[in-house]
C-alpha cells in the first residue's frame, strides 16, 4: 500500500455494495431530507450530510468510486425525484462528480503535511477574507441581480449578511477547538484539525470556486453574485457539519484502516 494513503483494506465485491449504499444515502440526503429548488434561489442546496458522505466515499473506497457516487446519486434523485420541477442540470452533476473524486488526493496530500498550526493559520485568514471580501462587496453595491429582476439592499441587509458569517465564523473555530480536544489523534487515521483544514479545502476548491462557476452557467451569470453570498454563508456551515460527520464515520470504520501507517 501507497505509504500515507488513507485507503481502506476492502475487496472489490465489499467496495461495490458500499458504494450502492452510499448512492442510496446521499440520494436521500441531497434530495428527501433536504431543502432543493428555493423559489428565490433555486441554485442553494440545504443538505446535511449529503457532501459529507461523498467525501467520506472517496476517503472510503477510492476517487473513482467516490467519483460515480457523486456522479449517480445526483442523477438518480433528479430522474426519481425532481425531473417534474425544472430541467435537468449536468453542471450540477459535474460538481458533485468532483466533490467524489478530489477529497481523496486531498486528505492524502494533508496527511502527510501534518502541520496543524500552518492550516489553522491559513484557515482563520481565509474566512476572514471571505467576511471582508463579501462586506466590502456589499458596501459597495446597492443593488443584486437575480435572473431579470433588481432587488436593492436596505442598510440592514448589509450588516445582517456579515454579522451572520461573522457569528458562523466564531462558531466554527470553536467546534475545531472542540473537535481536537474530543477527539484524540490516535483514534482516527487522521488527526481532527487535518479534517477540518481539508474540508475546508474541498469546500473552498470544489462549491464555492468551481460550484459557483457551475451554477452561475447553469442560472446565468446575472445571478452570481447572488450565488456567491449564498454559497459563502452555506461553507460557514457545511465545514463544521461534514468534519463532525466526517469524524463520526472515520471512527466508526477505523478498524478497515489497519493496514494504514498510523503514525503519519
Do not use: H
Amino acid at each position: 500500500m501507497e505509504k500515507g494513503f488513507l485507503k481502506a483494506n476492502l475487496t472489490t465485491v465489499q467496495k461495490i455494495c458500499f458504494a450502492g449504499i452510499f448512492i442510496a444515502v446521499v440520494t436521500i440526503l441531497q434530495k428527501v431530507l433536504a431543502i432543493n429548488y428555493i423559489p428565490v434561489v433555486p441554485f442553494l442546496r440545504i443538505s446535511l450530510g449529503g457532501p459529507a458522505v461523498i467525501i467520506f466515499s472517496s476517503i472510503f473506497l477510492g476517487p473513482i468510486y467516490g467519483m460515480c457516487i457523486g456522479a449517480l446519486s445526483d442523477i438518480l434523485g433528479y430522474f426519481l425525484l425532481d425531473s417534474k420541477m425544472m430541467g435537468y442540470l449536468p453542471q450540477i452533476t459535474a460538481i458533485y462528480a468532483l466533490l467524489g473524486l478530489v477529497p481523496y488526493f486531498i486528505f492524502w496530500l494533508f496527511k502527510l503535511i501534518k502541520n496543524e498550526k500552518v492550516m489553522f493559520i491559513i484557515e482563520g485568514v481565509s474566512f476572514a477574507g471571505l467576511i471582508a471580501g463579501t462586506t466590502t462587496y456589499l458596501f459597495l453595491n446597492d443593488n443584486l441581480q437575480l435572473y431579470g429582476s433588481t432587488y436593492t439592499l436596505a442598510l440592514w441587509q448589509k450588516i445582517l449578511i456579515p454579522s451572520i458569517l461573522l457569528f458562523l465564523f466564531v462558531g466554527l473555530f470553536i467546534s475545531s477547538f472542540l473537535f481536537s480536544k474530543k477527539y484524540k489523534k490516535d483514534s482516527l487515521p487522521i488527526s481532527p484539525i487535518c479534517i477540518s483544514f481539508s474540508c475546508f479545502v474541498i469546500e473552498v476548491l470544489i462549491m464555492f470556486l468551481f460550484g459557483t462557476m457551475m451554477k452561475g452557467w447553469a442560472f446565468g451569470f446575472k445571478t452570481y453574485p447572488m450565488i456567491l453570498i449564498c454559497q459563502v454563508i452555506v461553507l460557514f456551515v457545511n465545514i463544521p457539519l461534514n468534519t463532525w460527520l466526517l469524524i463520526l464515520l472515520l471512527r466508526v470504520t477505523n478498524r478497515f484502516y489497519k493496514q494504514v501507517d498510523q503514525s503519519l
